[in-house]
Each structure stands twice: as C-alpha cells, then as structure tokens.
C-alpha cells in the first residue's frame, strides 16, 4: 500500500511511550503509530457495524421474521442436534 507522509505533534510521554513500544518490537515509530491507527481504526468500524446491526435486529418485524426463516430451516433441516 503507498505510504503518504504527515506530520503530526504528540504529547511528549505518548511520544516516549511509542518509542518504547517500537524499540522492544524492533519496528520503526511509523510503523508503530501505524499499527496502532489501523487497530483502532478497525475497531471503531466493528463497532459501527455491530450497532447497525443491532438496530436492525432490534425492529420487532425483522426479528419476527428472522426467527420464523431460522425456524423453517431447522424444520426443513438434515442437521442434527449435535453440541458443539
């Protein structure tokens, strides 16, 4: 992926802490600062999407209508009921 340049200004013990955390994983700042941006960038996402689909799930007329299909294909099912 191409990189793109920034500059950026950190708190001066944020600063320290990165430098710490990159020397003890043998990585550069950059890449630490990426690592962590990507972490928290992907969770935020995951969260977005889980609320999104809690609110869909949370329309009393989608529920209903989940339920009723996953019922149908258990009925209609081969599936047996084993524990996992």
Do not use: H, N
């Not at 990189?3 to 708190?11: C, T, W």
């Not at 889980?50 to 329309?59: H, K, N, S, T, V």
């Amino acid at each position: 992926m191409p990189m793109k340049k920034v500059a950026i200004s950190l708190p001066e013990p944020v600063l320290k802490t990165v430098d710490r955390l990159a020397a003890r994983r043998g990585e550069s700042r950059s890449r630490v600062i990426v690592t962590i941006l990507s972490q928290v960038t992907q969770v935020k996402r995951d969260r977005d999407i889980m609320a999104r689909i809690d609110a869909l799930f949370a329309d009393e007329t989608i529920m209903v209508e989940q339920k009723r299909t996953a019922d149908e294909f258990l009925w209609m099912s081969t599936w047996t009921k084993e524990e996992w």
